[in-house]
């Protein structure tokens, strides 16, 4: 009787060759599963699940894990602001690690004796999977053809070929991820220190050209409505998505830093998370006070760093998400935002929330809650320790 190996499979050119290889030169009963974080619609989904059952493996199926995506870890980025290096919303980052559960616990569901993945040796994914495999079924073997044999891209539709399988080596020139909190593009420009990606490259093409204003509206910092319309989160974002991409909003190259020590490139388009995370952060300056936003951003910082090395498992990560959704009890309100080709404007924001009250003062006016004299006495005790230190040490004129 043969041993099962379940094979995490997107359908594309590295999955598309373990299939073959752990069933004919392995000798394995392949079950195949994709996991839907939110990127794939049910068409695309049917094309995969007719090609794995193509490439012969035993069984096939999809795990949606969109909910648990949303409320397991992109909630807690959008109340973080992550971005890590200020740039890259951690797209295929967070997704991974939310598959590789999903992954490892239909491997206990069916009892496999090993699990499969098509990571290569030089980045990211590997460890994120092997890792979190380890974590969740460390009993499990784990078989990683492409990063074993080492294998070339031209090698793997070579291989396929030779099993009558034709994969063009022009669908092959990007390969591109997409889930619910971004797109991920990879293509001969992103090796290189000095090339962008061209036009063509972005899976979703610049046709909208003509300004347009949107109203979002976050309750305890969740996005729940869009220009009035009342949506569930994860709707929210799809809707926001399909509105703002088309005008090549969110569209960057992210340089990071890999786990394994090297640097790498990668491109994205994630018009949604870009939009909602700044329009959210703008809301927070008006809604928190000056050291809810600095401990936050510390902590949202460490967050998204952890998160992106795959260690989503490690138990402070539970502790920062409790400070994060308790920060948010006041992160209400309505949030104006222009989008226009290439670019969006944050106009503004109103909630009741809003700690920019003229009751108190207006920044650079008037104030009504003190008086001059008060701010005299006030700023002679709160620089105090300071002038100490300088009579002290000899440093006053």
Same mark, same amino acid.
């Given at each position: 009787?043969?041993?099962?190996?379940?094979?995490?499979?997107?359908?594309?050119?590295?999955?598309?060759?373990?299939?073959?290889?752990?069933?004919?030169?392995?000798?394995?009963?392949?079950?195949?599963?994709?996991?839907?974080?939110?990127?794939?619609?049910?068409? %695309?989904?049917? %094309?995969?699940?007719?090609?794995?059952?193509?490439?012969?493996?035993?069984?096939?199926?999809?795990?949606?894990?969109?909910?648990? &995506?949303?409320?397991?870890?992109?909630? &807690?980025?959008?109340?973080?602001?992550?971005?890590?290096?200020?740039?890259?919303?951690?797209?295929?980052?967070?997704?991974?690690?939310?598959?590789?559960?999903?992954?490892?616990?239909?491997?206990?569901?069916?009892?496999?004796?090993?699990?499969?993945?098509?990571?290569?040796?030089?980045?990211?994914?590997?460890?994120?999977?092997? =890792?979190?495999?380890?974590?969740?079924?460390?009993?499990?073997?784990?078989?990683?053809?492409?990063?074993?044999?080492?294998?070339?891209?031209?090698?793997?539709?070579?291989?396929?070929?030779?099993?009558?399988?034709? &994969?063009?080596?022009?669908?092959?020139?990007?390969?591109?991820?997409?889930?619910?909190?971004?797109?991920?593009?990879?293509?001969?420009?992103?090796?290189?220190?000095?090339?962008?990606?061209?036009?063509?490259?972005?899976?979703?093409?610049?046709?909208?050209?003509?300004?347009?204003?949107?109203?979002?509206?976050?309750?305890?910092? %969740?996005?729940?409505?869009?220009?009035?319309?009342?949506? %569930?989160?994860?709707?929210?974002?799809?809707?926001?998505?399909?509105?703002?991409?088309?005008?090549?909003?969110?569209?960057?190259?992210?340089?990071?830093?890999?786990?394994?020590?090297?640097?790498?490139?990668?491109?994205?388009?994630?018009?949604?998370?870009?939009?909602?995370?700044?329009?959210?952060?703008?809301?927070?300056?008006?809604?928190?006070?000056?050291?809810?936003?600095?401990?936050?951003?510390?902590?949202?910082?460490?967050?998204?760093?952890?998160?992106?090395?795959?260690?989503?498992?490690?138990?402070?990560?539970?502790?920062?998400?409790?400070?994060?959704?308790?920060?948010?009890?006041?992160?209400?309100?309505?949030?104006?935002?222009?989008?226009?080709?290439?670019?969006?404007?944050?106009?503004?924001?109103?909630?009741?929330?809003?700690? =920019?009250?003229?009751?108190?003062?207006?920044?650079?006016?008037?104030?009504?809650?003190?008086?001059?004299?008060?701010?005299?006495?006030?700023?002679?005790?709160?620089?105090?320790?300071? =002038?100490?230190?300088?009579?002290?040490?000899?440093?006053?004129?």
């Amino acid at each position: 009787m043969k041993k099962k190996v379940v094979l995490a499979f997107s359908g594309g050119l590295d999955t598309s060759f373990c299939c073959i290889h752990l069933a004919q030169d392995r000798g394995l009963e392949v079950h195949s599963v994709i996991v839907n974080t939110g990127g794939f619609s049910d068409e %695309e989904l049917q %094309e995969i699940e007719k090609r794995a059952y193509a490439l012969g493996v035993a069984s096939h199926a999809v795990v949606d894990e969109t909910a648990n &995506y949303y409320d397991g870890c992109i909630k &807690y980025l959008v109340f973080g602001n992550v971005l890590k290096n200020a740039t890259y919303p951690l797209s295929v980052s967070a997704e991974r690690v939310s598959q590789a559960t999903a992954i490892a616990n239909y491997v206990k569901k069916i009892g496999a004796d090993y699990v499969a993945h098509g990571s290569t040796g030089a980045g990211n994914d590997q460890v994120r999977f092997d =890792m979190i495999f380890n974590i969740i079924i460390p009993n499990v073997e784990i078989i990683t053809p492409i990063r074993d044999l080492k294998l070339s891209r031209e090698a793997e539709i070579e291989y396929l070929s030779k099993h009558g399988v034709e &994969y063009s080596a022009e669908k092959a020139r990007y390969s591109i991820n997409k889930g619910l909190w971004g797109t991920s593009v990879g293509g001969k420009e992103t090796l290189t220190s000095n090339e962008t990606l061209p036009e063509e490259a972005w899976p979703t093409q610049v046709s909208e050209t003509k300004s347009r204003k949107i109203e979002l509206t976050f309750e305890k910092g %969740e996005l729940v409505a869009l220009d009035g319309e009342q949506l %569930e989160p994860v709707k929210a974002i799809q809707k926001l998505q399909a509105i703002a991409q088309p005008y090549g909003i969110g569209r960057d190259i992210h340089v990071g830093d890999t786990i394994i020590g090297i640097k790498g490139r990668v491109g994205f388009e994630a018009a949604a998370p870009i939009v909602i995370i700044k329009a959210h952060h703008t809301l927070e300056k008006h809604t928190l006070t000056k050291w809810q936003l600095s401990w936050k951003e510390q902590l949202s910082s460490f967050y998204g760093n952890w998160l992106h090395e795959g260690q989503f498992h490690d138990p402070i990560m539970r502790n920062i998400e409790a400070f994060l959704a308790d920060t948010q009890q006041t992160v209400s309100g309505k949030v104006f935002v222009e989008l226009l080709p290439y670019r969006f404007q944050i106009i503004g924001i109103e909630s009741e929330h809003d700690l =920019m009250s003229n009751k108190f003062g207006s920044y650079g006016e008037m104030n009504n809650a003190w008086s001059g004299e008060d701010v005299k006495g006030f700023s002679k005790i709160f620089g105090n320790q300071v =002038m100490i230190w300088h009579k002290v040490n000899g440093n006053e004129d």
